[in-house]
């Protein structure tokens, strides 16, 4: 499982090449992944537009 809160600003401030290296790895990847959890609605939608994860593998679960 992979927690998904912050990396979106990690990601999002790599310089290039690395940003879009980075997420050819996730998205390659995505098929070794059981479930996403994520703390919002938020993170859950924009991990999966950022990620590419069309499944819909990730789960809502809040802080809390």
Wanted: charged content about 25%; overall charge negative.
């Amino acid at each position: 499982m992979l927690h998904t809160a912050g990396e979106d600003l990690f990601l999002e401030g790599l310089l290039e090449p690395y940003r879009s290296e980075a997420l050819d790895l996730i998205r390659a990847n995505i098929k070794h992944v059981d479930a996403f959890i994520s703390v919002s609605d938020y993170y859950a939608e924009f991990y999966a537009w950022l990620s590419g994860d069309t499944s819909r593998k990730i789960q809502v679960v809040p802080l809390g």
